[in-house]
Nanobody
């Protein structure tokens, strides 16, 4: 069983910065993607940023240039550096691990419990 735990959320003023961390444990295939999604009440969970185990990263347009995703494969840890935060960034942020096995069509997703990020003055 794969366990995913994120941390680092909190209250920050507009324009401030925050760093989120996520640690995954258990059996994880080497070919995987780790990253972040966020959700506010009444809205669908949306993609924020991810990074493949090979190093390639993807970002949502709304955070591009402000957020940076990175990971430490040896520690099965992914980070989200958030700069120039805006009130619209307020949400519960969830860590996701998507692993891919050797066979075609093989994929499993695991989620953390979420951490609250509030951007307000």
């Amino acid at each position: 069983q794969v366990h995913v735990v994120e941390s680092g959320g909190g209250l920050v003023q507009p324009g401030g910065s925050l760093v989120l961390s996520c640690v995954a444990s258990g059996h994880i295939f080497s070919n995987n993607v780790m990253g972040w999604y966020r959700q506010t009440p009444g809205k669908q969970r949306e993609f924020v940023a991810t990074m493949h185990s090979g190093g390639s990263a993807n970002y949502a347009d709304s955070v591009k240039g402000r957020f940076t995703v990175s990971r430490d494969n040896a520690k099965n840890t992914v980070y989200l550096q958030m700069n120039s935060l805006k009130p619209e960034d307020t949400a519960v942020y969830y860590c996701n691990v998507a692993e891919y096995c050797s066979g075609s069509g093989c994929r499993d997703d695991y989620w953390g419990q979420g951490t609250q990020v509030t951007v307000s003055s």
